[in-house]
């Protein structure tokens, strides 16, 4: 079965400073990845997703095959960046019912 | 307003005792999914549906039943038999299984 592994809980960063989650996957082919957002009193979030490659608040992720990872990337951090996220992934041989990390709770301090 | 809502906001039930919670979405999705989150752990994938009047166990479907009957409306029971129902129950939509997930508010359930 696929996994999706977040490797930190916590993640600490001062405003300014450029942040890295870190996500990676258990799967051999062409996968579906998604980075999700819950903000404080917020509902959970789509933040992005690989196939639309776009940037979304300053963050960008890649796929990398050969690293089997989707790290989430921002060169500036913001104190409202301070939030949940979490990584999911989705394959063809599950019904592309994805599949989501523990996640990592970024937290940006002043 | 379109999306998803949930009820109750929070829920108690006594030892025992069935509970159900509501799902309803208006954004015309065909696929719904619910989520138990747990500190630490995630989420983790309780039932889906892909379709109407059709759904499918996922990682930890013991102790829940789901029906769908309508297209916007997916509800959860949490039954007698599962034995640690304490948890933050998430609803999904989205319009089919490849696409992103619309999530609702969620539901805090407690065991008196």
């Known amino acids: 079965a696929q996994r999706v592994t977040q490797p930190e809980k916590l993640l600490s960063v001062f405003k300014g400073a450029p942040v890295e989650l870190k996500c990676n996957y258990s799967?051999?082919?062409?996968?579906?990845l998604f980075w999700y957002v819950q903000y404080s009193r917020q509902r959970l979030q789509l933040l992005l997703r690989h196939i639309s490659r776009e940037s979304i608040k300053g963050f960008t992720a890649d796929l990398n095959k050969g690293e089997t990872s989707f790290h989430l990337k921002k060169p500036f951090a913001q104190e409202e960046d301070s939030a949940m996220y979490y990584c999911?992934?989705?394959?063809?041989?599950?019904?592309?019912?994805?599949?989501f990390g523990r996640g990592t709770s970024l937290i940006v301090h002043p | 307003d379109g999306g998803i809502t949930q009820s109750p906001k929070y829920l108690f039930r006594k030892e025992g005792q069935n509970v159900t919670l509501s799902c309803e979405q208006n954004l015309n999705h065909d696929a719904m999914y619910w989520y138990r989150q747990d500190p630490g752990q995630g989420l983790r994938l309780i039932y889906y549906?892909?379709?109407?009047?059709?759904?499918q166990k996922g990682d930890i479907a013991e102790g829940y039943s789901v029906s769908r009957e309508k297209k916007e409306s997916f509800p959860l029971t949490v039954t007698s038999a599962q034995k640690n129902p304490t948890a933050f129950y998430l609803c999904a939509s989205s319009p089919g299984t490849l696409w992103a997930q619309h999530f609702g508010d969620g539901t805090r359930l407690s065991i008196l």
């Open positions: 549906s892909q379709i109407v009047n059709d759904f």
């Open positions: 799967y051999s082919g062409s996968p579906e």
């Open positions: 999911a992934l989705s394959v063809p041989g599950g019904s592309y019912i994805p599949t």
